[in-house]
């Protein structure tokens, strides 16, 4: 049986995925497409990538006549009656492989009507109310004393980089917290402790976890720092 888990991911704006939902004029070969794209550059944490023609047949299954259409439409722009959604920064001629971005700004794409680009934008600014509303909600107790401890150890290596507040509403300190959580998930609460600890003890690493951005540079070496710390 399958079970996919959330570990890893792709880090998707939720503002860019409700609207590629919204816009709605995407085949199924374009969608593919545009989610095997989506995947080997956000999903890799980068925001370009060579791609060819052969990752883009394994991937999605279609046929090479038909991914052909649908990067003619998903790539050229919505004046020259395109969709817009992505964009050529580089790569070829062929056989090379080009290199794509997706376009984030989906006012930009090729949507039916201003009615409908207007009612997107409305929709989506709700939908970023309603994640507001969310965000302000508790915090899991067990990220929130992970957090507590990273920043003890952020303060003392660094004083002068700082740390955010221990306070619910900080949206960097929420950030740390779910951060800490994530890594709790996947390891335990002791293995994050214990990585944190090494990491404060350690001279090389102590100076590369350290600031504001201290919760994302343990989460992007959270694997060696584990092997490292347990060994």
Same mark, same amino acid.
């Given at each position: 049986?399958?079970?996919?888990?959330?570990?890893? +991911?792709?880090?998707?704006?939720?503002?860019?995925?409700?609207?590629?939902?919204?816009?709605?004029?995407?085949?199924?070969?374009?969608?593919?497409?545009?989610?095997?794209?989506?995947?080997?550059?956000?999903?890799?944490?980068?925001?370009?990538? &060579?791609?060819?023609?052969?990752?883009?047949?394994?991937?999605?299954?279609?046929?090479?006549?038909?991914?052909?259409?649908?990067?003619?439409?998903?790539?050229? %722009?919505?004046?020259?009656?395109?969709?817009? *959604?992505?964009?050529?920064?580089?790569?070829?001629?062929?056989?090379? %492989?080009?290199? +794509?971005?997706?376009?984030?700004?989906? &006012?930009?794409?090729?949507?039916?009507? &201003?009615?409908?680009?207007?009612?997107?934008?409305?929709?989506?600014?709700? +939908?970023?109310?309603?994640?507001?509303?969310?965000?302000?909600? %508790?915090?899991?107790?067990?990220?929130?004393?992970?957090?507590?401890?990273?920043?003890?150890?952020?303060?003392?290596?660094? %004083?002068?980089?700082?740390?955010?507040?221990?306070?619910?509403?900080?949206?960097?300190?929420?950030?740390?917290?779910?951060?800490?959580?994530?890594?709790?998930?996947?390891?335990? *609460?002791?293995?994050?402790?214990?990585?944190?600890?090494?990491?404060?003890?350690? &001279?090389?690493?102590?100076?590369?976890?350290?600031?504001?951005?201290?919760?994302?540079?343990?989460?992007?070496?959270?694997?060696?720092?584990?092997?490292?710390?347990?060994?």
């Amino acid at each position: 049986m399958a079970s996919p888990q959330p570990i890893p +991911y792709v880090r998707v704006s939720q503002e860019w995925l409700h609207a590629v939902t919204l816009f709605g004029r995407l085949s199924t070969t374009e969608w593919a497409v545009l989610m095997t794209v989506c995947a080997e550059t956000w999903g890799w944490s980068r925001k370009r990538a &060579e791609i060819g023609m052969s990752l883009l047949i394994s991937r999605t299954g279609k046929t090479e006549n038909g991914i052909y259409k649908a990067l003619r439409r998903l790539k050229k %722009p919505a004046a020259d009656g395109g969709w817009g *959604m992505l964009t050529v920064v580089g790569g070829g001629p062929p056989p090379k %492989p080009l290199i +794509y971005q997706i376009q984030k700004d989906w &006012e930009l794409w090729a949507w039916k009507t &201003e009615a409908e680009l207007v009612a997107a934008r409305m929709k989506l600014q709700h +939908y970023a109310r309603m994640g507001r509303k969310h965000n302000a909600g %508790p915090l899991p107790a067990s990220g929130v004393a992970l957090a507590r401890m990273l920043r003890e150890h952020a303060l003392l290596i660094a %004083p002068a980089m700082g740390a955010p507040p221990a306070d619910k509403g900080n949206h960097r300190w929420r950030r740390w917290a779910l951060t800490m959580h994530e890594l709790e998930q996947r390891s335990s *609460m002791n293995i994050v402790r214990q990585v944190i600890a090494w990491i404060h003890n350690d &001279e090389t690493w102590r100076g590369r976890v350290k600031g504001l951005s201290a919760d994302q540079d343990l989460k992007s070496h959270f694997e060696i720092l584990c092997a490292l710390a347990l060994r």
